[in-house]
């Protein structure tokens, strides 16, 4: 009877179907005719249920800057190392992709260690850091190192779009924990004892031992760092900037000889442009001789840890440059003859550390006709690089234009070094009405003749006209 009931609701239920069925159109779509189709669009709807990239990039800190670590694999973070038995913290960057996911939780899902590493803040914007200690016997006996795999879960917390929140991403970091033993150490370097003399180049070698470059592919590196001046009472000069490597090597690093583990930097080591020496009170010294030049070393082994920084210093001697003269009148051809004419010029150090001196003045300008004079001074008590110098010279009163050259010798020294230059220079006397005049035009000489001196009459003998005259008288 049940059975029978079953069946008769069937055949009405199929009935009925079938009779609402009867004089309609079989098109689906027909009463959505009126509908307009949207314009097509390529963008993707971020409502679909996938998994947003959380991690871009991995990165630990250099002083204030960050360096990319490159990817390994699958992994989105690079190794991290970590030295048995002391603390250590990796840094990594983590940014959402999508602007939706404002907040997300991150936390340390999987490590097969009890003592596991904690996640730490910064200060820095989306950076985060690893800070674990590994404990002491985690490394095998025998070995130098062991790795072990971490797991870390990033949740999205607080987003604008409901479908992402709650999204999860696991990213896989392998943490490897090396002995101390492992750590890269500067066992030679090029001696700098004797000095180096300003403008020198010498090659500079250091040679290092990175247990863990044995069996490894990479090849460690050496940062050459400034030195940093803070003491008053002994000024150095930072030399990082004198370090460059050398590019005329092959092959550099080098592994010395057959061993596996030791390696040779190849370095050119030009010392240019020494800064002043200053005094305990930090006021410029010119008259030192050399100033003492620093830079440190510091090793990266090809898993990461760090070798002992090491300072090198050595004296940098300042080194004697040509001096140089400078003209205030480079325009200064002639010069008028009769009269005084002063000829003005500056003796200069090359580099302006040493002092400069013109000797011997006197003698050097005794080739000058006429009156002539040189005195030369220092700018000043404190600049002995500089010397101004005036040329009183009037010549020799000519006739017709006469070329002269005045030839100077300036010596620039610097600590124990002197070096001289020999500057000539041509200046044509010209004659001068004005100052040579020219001599008056002699009158010929009147001659005056003295009178002629009269010869005395001889006495005449006495004649008739005496006696007549004496007649005469009677």
Known sequence: MKTKLIKSLLILSTGTLLTSCMGQSSDPMEKYSGLKSGMPTSEQSESQKY?????????????????????????????????????????????????????????VSDFPISSRPTLVATTLQNVHGLKWTPPLGVIPNGQTSASFKLKLRTTATKTTDGNLMGMMKEDVIDVHVVKDNSIP??????????????????????????????????????????????NTEAFRVDGSRYLTL????????????????????????????????????????????????????????????????????????????????QWENEALKEIKAGA??????????????GQVNVKNMAQQISGLTGKKDLICAPESATNLSLQMCELTWAPTCVKAPLTKKLSLKIDSVTGKKSKSETFVKEFVVIPSEENCPAPAASKPATTIEKPKAKIPAKPTPATAQQTTETGAAQ
């Not at 700098?192 to 490894?216: R, Y």
């Not at 005084?340 to 550390?353: D, E, Q, R, Y």
């Open 51 to 107: 998994v947003p990239e959380v991690f871009t990039s991995a990165t630990v800190p250099v002083g204030n800057e960050f360096a990319d670590l490159k990817l390994q694999g699958s992994n989105e973070v690079n190794n991290a190392n970590f030295l048995e038995g002391k603390e250590g913290v990796l840094y990594f960057k983590l940014t959402a992709k999508s602007q939706k996911i404002t907040e997300f939780k991150m936390e």
């Open 185 to 230: 150490t500067i066992i030679g370097k090029t001696k700098l004892d004797s000095g180096i003399d300003e403008g020198q180049s010498l090659p500079f070698t250091v040679d290092i031992e990175d247990k863990a470059s044995a069996t490894s592919p990479n090849i460690p590196e050496i940062r050459i760092s400034p030195y940093v001046y803070s």
């Open 246 to 325: 050398d590019y005329s090597k092959s092959v550099n690093p080098a592994r010395i000889g057959t061993s596996k583990t030791a390696w040779r930097f190849f370095y050119v080591l030009k010392v240019d442009e020494l800064p002043l020496d200053r005094d305990r009170r930090g006021i410029e010294n010119p008259l030192s001789p050399a100033v003492d030049v620093c830079f440190h070393i510091m090793v990266d082994s090809v898993i990461g840890t760090k070798s002992i920084k090491e300072q090198v210093c050595f004296k940098g001697r300042y080194a004697a440059q040509l001096p140089l003269i």
């Open 340 to 353: 005084p004419t002063v000829i003005k010029f500056k003796a200069i150090a090359g580099n302006g550390l």
